[in-house]
Nanobody, 117 residues
Framework: QVQLVESGGGLVQPGGSLRLSCAASGSIVSINRMAWYRQAPGKQRELVAVIFNGGRTDYADSVKGRFTISRDNLKNTSLHMNNLKPEDSAVYYC????????????WGQGTQVTVSS
C-alpha cells in the first residue's frame, strides 16, 4: 500500500504561481511513476504531468511551459505551477502507479487550486 498526502493548494490571482507537494509513504520503493491529475467541476479527471523512474517527464499540452513536475527523492513529488490561468482551477490529485503484472493506482485526497482575481 501507498499513502499520498497533498499540500500547497489555495487561491491565487491569474499570472501567479503555486507549488503543490505530495508526500508518499508506505511501500514506495516499487512505484514506477508519479503524476498529478486535476478535476474541475463537471469535467473528467485529466492527467496534468507525470514523472517516470529515471526522470523522464510529460505534460498535458495545456500546461506545457508553465508547469514543472519534480521528484527529489522517493517520498516527495512537487508540481510547480507558473503563469496560472482561471482554467487551471480544479482539485489536484497526486497519483502513484505500480506496474507489476497488474497496474495499481494510488490517490491522494486532493487539494483545491483556485485561480481568480
Amino acid at each position: 500500500q501507498v499513502q499520498l498526502v497533498e499540500s500547497g493548494g489555495g487561491l491565487v490571482q491569474p499570472g501567479g504561481s503555486l507549488r503543490l507537494s505530495c508526500a508518499a509513504s508506505g511501500s514506495i520503493v516499487s512505484i514506477n511513476r508519479m503524476a498529478w491529475y486535476r478535476q474541475a467541476p463537471g469535467k473528467q479527471r485529466e492527467l496534468v504531468a507525470v514523472i517516470f523512474n529515471g526522470g523522464r517527464t510529460d505534460y498535458a499540452d495545456s500546461v506545457k511551459g508553465r508547469f514543472t513536475i519534480s521528484r527529489d527523492n522517493l517520498k516527495n513529488t512537487s508540481l510547480h505551477m507558473n503563469n496560472l490561468k482561471p482554467e487551471d482551477s480544479a482539485v489536484y490529485y497526486c497519483n502513484a502507479r505500480k506496474v507489476s503484472g497488474v497496474t495499481t493506482d494510488y490517490w491522494g485526497q486532493g487539494t483545491q487550486v483556485t485561480v481568480s482575481s
